[in-house]
């Protein structure tokens, strides 16, 4: 993995590459990517159901952001879990104001994490080649 891909998804950046690592060196790599797959299938799940409010402050927003945040932390992925946590915030207030943009910014940030755990699956643990 070049350098710029390391500082994107490790230190400070998407990824806890640490508590993934630590994964990897303890599952086999069947286990890791299907342990991947159901963190990014809550991710694109959450997200999806968040932009279909489209951010209003709405039982469902609350739900699917407290879940998002539930799982992004349990999984090390903070700045994720953050930005789940200020929806969350925003939403129990039922006041519009700031939580569109932080929706939007969430569901953002999802997309993106999504794309960064890809890239470190492939190369934490490649498929073999059929």
Known sequence: ???????LLGRRGLLDVNRLTE????????DLRSLIADVISVV???????RTTRGRATDETLRQAYDLYGTAANFGLIPLASAAERVVAHAK????AGLTEEA?????LGETTVEA???????AAPEKAA
Not at 1 to 7: K, L, N
Not at 93 to 96: I, L, P, S
């Open 23 to 30: 994964l990897r060196d303890i599952l086999p790599p069947r």
């Open 1 to 7: 993995m070049d350098r710029p891909t390391q500082f």
């Open 117 to 123: 755990l890809l890239v470190w699956i492939d190369h």
């Open 44 to 50: 694109q799940s959450c997200t999806r159901a968040i």
């Open 104 to 108: 939007r910014t969430l569901v953002s």
């Open 93 to 96: 207030t039922g006041k519009a």
